[in-house]
């Protein structure tokens, strides 16, 4: 059984709230990112979290660890539960998100493969799986891993073991099923397909059913 994490990428405050109260009690997360923080400031998370819902924190931080630990002090200030972070800067950077979210109580997820075709340049194969191990290192509570390649998230779900969660993006409007993936992870991500439906609500539904 996995989770349904809803990834906001609408732009406007207005349309993040339509979205999100379309799909409360539907979702046990919601993933923001810069389309939606760019585009209203981080205002929008105390808003987002009148609902209870977990926010995360999609920056993808690949910085040196001092302004890592910056980027935590604002993240988890302005009310998000968990961050997501690049692992590619180095074992020392991962490691200032990692302290950095648990010192205020949050979460730290750690980017090892992507779901997107470019992945396969860089962010696959042995180098995912290297990041994968790092992240298990440094006490990261979960990593990312892709819903459009199962055979390789399997893999990555071998290197962490069962005690670090995986949240896997690609379901939906990049052509993976949640029947494809949810054996192999702890929550699918989903965007577009929630999102830019007619009814977001009942899309949401759908998802959380298909995840069970
Ligand atoms: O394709 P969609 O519309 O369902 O949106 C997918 C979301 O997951 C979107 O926010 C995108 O930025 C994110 N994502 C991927 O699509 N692929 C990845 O490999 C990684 C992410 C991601 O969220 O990374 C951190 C969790």
Do not use: W
């Not at 539907?26 to 810069?34: N, S, T, V, W």
């Not at 379901?171 to 993976?176: L, P, R």
């Not at 993936?181 to 759908?206: F, L, N, Q, T």
């Amino acid at each position: 059984m996995a989770e349904l994490l809803l990834a906001l990428d609408v732009k406007g405050a207005e349309e993040a709230i339509r979205v999100s109260r379309a799909c409360e009690g539907e979702l046990d997360a919601i993933k923001i990112g810069y389309p939606l923080i760019l585009s209203t400031g981080m205002g929008i998370v105390k808003e987002l979290a009148k609902s209870n819902i977990p926010i995360i924190a999609d920056f993808k931080v690949a910085d040196i660890p001092n302004t890592n630990a910056l980027i935590c002090e604002e993240v988890f200030a302005a009310g998000c539960s968990g961050i997501i972070t690049h692992v590619f800067c180095g074992s020392d950077s991962l490691q200032a998100i990692v302290d950095g979210a648990h010192d205020h109580g949050g979460r730290a997820f750690a980017v090892c493969e992507m779901s997107h075709p470019g992945a396969l340049d860089f962010l696959s194969g042995a180098n995912a799986e290297r990041m994968a191990k790092m992240a298990k290192e440094a006490g990261a509570d979960g990593i990312i891993a892709p819903a459009t390649r199962p055979e390789r998230t399997e893999i990555l779900r071998s290197i962490i073991g069962n005690s670090m969660k995986i949240y896997s993006p690609g379901v939906g409007a990049q052509g993976a099923q949640p029947e494809d993936i949810k054996k192999y992870v702890d929550g699918i991500i989903v965007g577009r397909a929630i999102y830019e439906s007619a009814d977001p609500g009942k899309a949401a539904h759908e998802f959380r059913l298909r995840a069970l």
